[in-house]
Each structure stands twice: as structure tokens, then as C-alpha cells.
């Protein structure tokens, strides 16, 4: 009897180990350029999370990274990224400009930027980047500002944050 348990522990343990745990993860880089008065934003999501998402909201198929990705997929990208985030600048809305993206790997980077950003005291920040779906996201966001570096997680729950230059 004992040897049975052993066997069926040691059939499930390559299973148990090699199971593979999925990671509701994003980053957002902000670094403020004091020489360019601007905001400059890196994003990086997950992009199997990020094409859901974006299909979803817009009944498509963008089929990322391959041949037949649709050609206005950034088109998607700004709309999906305007209704899902938001930035006040002492406690002002303020507009961002997608400059672009690029995939590496699993992960999709976009690339935004504020301008005309003269001597800032507040950024307030909503992230809701793939929260619709995936209640377990993170949204991490980072604020560089010369030698003043600040973070904060945002979750489904809260997904604001305000940060101080």
C-alpha cells in the first residue's frame, strides 16, 4: 500500500513542479525630463493579456505578432489605452501623446508622452490596464524624478495613485 502512494506522488510531482502559475503583472516607468518639461511613460504589459483585453473591448481580432496582425492596430492600442488611463497633473487632466510600441518577447511596450510640464508638484495617476478581465492584475507604476523615485501597486480595488515631484 505504502509503495502505491509513493508511485502516484511521484506521477503527480512532475506535474505539481512544472505547472506553470500565470502573473497578472504591468509595469509603468514615468521618468519627468526637467531639460524637455515633459513626462516620459514606458508601459509593458503581458501581450497575451493585453490582445484579450483589447479584443474584447472592441469585438476584434488583432492576432499580435503575426503575419495577419491587423494593420490600425495602434489605433486600438490609443483608444484602449485613453479609456483606461489618466493622469492630473496638479490636479489638472491632462492629455498624453502614444508615440508608439514595440514587442519583445511575451511583453508589448508602449511608449507615451506629456509635454509641457513646467516644474509639476502632483501626478495623480489611474491605472485600470486589464482590470476589466483579470481581477489579479498589478499595476505597478514607477516615478523618477532625478534622484526622487517613488512606486506604487495598483490593483482592481484601488487603482489610483498620487505622487508627489
Not at 503575426?66 to 492596430?73: F, G, R
Not at 492630473?88 to 509641457?116: A, M, P, R, T, W
Request: glycine residues 2%; aromatic residues 14%; negative net charge.
Amino acid at each position: 500500500m505504502v509503495s502505491s502512494k509513493k508511485i502516484v506522488f511521484l506521477i503527480i510531482l512532475p506535474f505539481l513542479v512544472f505547472s506553470s502559475h500565470k502573473y497578472y503583472l504591468s509595469l509603468t516607468d514615468i521618468e519627468y525630463n526637467i531639460e524637455k518639461n515633459s513626462l516620459e511613460i514606458i508601459i509593458n504589459l503581458f501581450m497575451d493579456d493585453l490582445e484579450y483585453s483589447v479584443n474584447k473591448d472592441f469585438e476584434i481580432d488583432l492576432k499580435l505578432s503575426t503575419k495577419d496582425e491587423l494593420k490600425n492596430a495602434d489605433i486600438y492600442f490609443k483608444n484602449y489605452l485613453n479609456k483606461n488611463l489618466t493622469f492630473k497633473i496638479d490636479n489638472k487632466q491632462i492629455n498624453f501623446d502614444y508615440i508608439g510600441k514595440e514587442y519583445e518577447g511575451d511583453l508589448v511596450y508602449f511608449y507615451l508622452e506629456i509635454d509641457s510640464v513646467n516644474n509639476p508638484n502632483s501626478l495623480e495617476l489611474s491605472n485600470k490596464l486589464l482590470l476589466k478581465y483579470f481581477k489579479k492584475q498589478q499595476n505597478v507604476v514607477k516615478l523618477k524624478n532625478g534622484n526622487n523615485r517613488q512606486s506604487e501597486i495598483l490593483t482592481y480595488e484601488t487603482n489610483k495613485a498620487l505622487l508627489n515631484f
